[in-house]
């Protein structure tokens, strides 16, 4: 039987995906919006200005398997300009981002053209129609490099403007409000 706690958090916009900030202390963390059992830590990271869904544990072990490369990351990608059929297929088949300095091709993914899922304003006000249309994409990915989507959307020709994490494993943001948390049993759901 362990003592381990779990959570699922939608991470709003603007925070960073950690609980200690070593530098200038100016920026938001996680800790900031439930109070977390000490010792919480977050399983994979979204950048400062992703948001979505986020496992928190306890248990160091369970990072290694979710982060595990056979567990799929969803992501819905909002993008600039009406992306086309054949951008989605170079998504799909792997395209070549830049990497700690190198060219890295990225392995094949799921992708494909998504309706707008209309999730609520968030608290930086994205560019509106004035400037072009946007579209919406969703990326299933079972690997994680730094700031992977973004770089695969813009290596298409579609800059992301707005980036909302769906799914990890089995668990699925569903209608969990930006900054709320739920704690689960088990992580071992993924």
Same mark, same amino acid.
């Given at each position: ?14 925070? #960073? /995906?950690?609980?200690?900030? %070593? ?5 938001? #963390?996680?800790?900031?919006?439930? *109070? ?10 979204? *950048? ?7 496992? =928190?544990?306890? *248990?160091?072990?369970?990072?290694? @398997? &979710? ?6 990351? %969803?992501?819905?990608? $909002?993008? *600039?300009?009406?992306?086309? $059929?054949?951008?989605?297929?170079? #998504?799909?088949?792997?395209?070549? @981002? ?14 494909? !053209? ?6 609520? +304003?968030? /608290? $930086?006000? @994205? ?6 249309? +946007?579209?919406? &994409?969703?990326?299933? !990915? ?11 959307? /813009? ?7 707005? #980036? &909302?994490? &769906? ?8 209608? !969990?409000?930006?900054? %709320?948390?739920?704690? @689960?049993?088990?992580? =071992?759901?993924?």
């Amino acid at each position: 039987m362990s003592n381990h706690r779990h959570f699922l958090l939608h991470k709003p916009y603007g925070y #960073l /995906s950690q609980f200690v900030y %070593e530098l200038k202390r100016t920026k938001k #963390l996680l800790g900031e919006l439930h *109070d977390f059992p000490l010792g919480t830590m977050a399983i994979g990271r979204l *950048d400062e200005d992703s948001e979505g869904l986020i496992i =928190l544990t306890t *248990d160091g072990m369970m990072s290694e @398997i &979710v982060r595990s490369k056979k567990v799929e990351k %969803e992501y819905y990608a $909002q993008v *600039d300009g009406i992306i086309t $059929q054949e951008a989605v297929e170079q #998504l799909q088949n792997g395209v070549l @981002i830049g990497f700690k300095g190198t060219k890295y091709k990225t392995k094949k993914c799921k992708a494909k !053209l998504i309706e707008n899922p209309n999730f609520p +304003t968030r /608290s $930086q006000k @994205i560019r509106d129609e004035r400037h072009g249309p +946007t579209s919406w &994409v969703s990326i299933t !990915l079972t690997e994680g490099k730094f700031r992977q989507v973004r770089k695969m959307t /813009s290596a298409v020709g579609f800059p992301t403007l707005r #980036l &909302v994490r &769906v799914r990890i494993g089995n668990f699925h943001l569903g209608n !969990l409000q930006s900054g %709320e948390v739920m704690e @689960i049993e088990s992580v =071992l759901e993924v």
